[in-house]
């Protein structure tokens, strides 16, 4: 699937939230997200499945990402009342998680609708006024190369938007701090980690922003821990 053949309102929505959790919290936190958050979250409106991942020698630790019809799904009325309405074990919860980074995302590119067993998340940005010159070079070239090195599944393109992140985000009021923000994000999955991970660092470092029109930040290694689909969702 190409999204660029499609139209806007038709492009999928993401929101990817990293976090840490306190060691003597993190039993409680996967039998929260996997006894009732992600069916709460699931039940809504316009979202597709979640997946959860566990971070290999970065941080944050988790990651989860909801995958929707739109960007629209995470301003519904129904989120919202959602969010506004935690229940218990969310109160409990959401104060605890730490180094959060959320993002609500148009998949504005996507290789593959492959799912791989490892992904490695690269935060970037276009320079500004090349957005054009950055997904072109991430499509043409970037993609392309990793290719050749014959243990990518799939990578996508996730670019954020500050307005629909910033109306869908009453949580973080309900945690200690802040949360960060990522810009771009690209998801490359991979069933060889390893081997992912040196042709990433190999071709990040061969990207010349004034060149290519891409600022390429953090790479950040997750292992997929499992993928749950909507009720009556397509899998």
Known sequence: MNSDKKSSKEVPGLLVVMSDIPADLDQEFNQWYHEEHLAERLALPGFLCARR?????SQPNYMVVYKCETIYALASPQYRKVLDNPTDRTRHILPRMKNV????CRETWTSSDAVGGSAIIVQCKAVEGREKDARRFIKEIFAERLKKSGCMVSM?????????TDASNSETTKR????HYADWVLLVESYDPVRLSLALHGEALQCDSQRDGLLIGSL??????CLYHAPGAKG
């Not at 991942?53 to 020698?57: D, K, L, Q």
């Open 101 to 104: 980074i959320r993002a609500a």
């Open 220 to 225: 950040m290694r997750y292992e997929l821990m």
């Open 176 to 179: 200690a701090s802040p949360d």
């Open 156 to 164: 996508s393109l996730w670019e954020s938007d500050a307005e629909v």
């Open 53 to 57: 991942y566990r971070s290999v020698g």
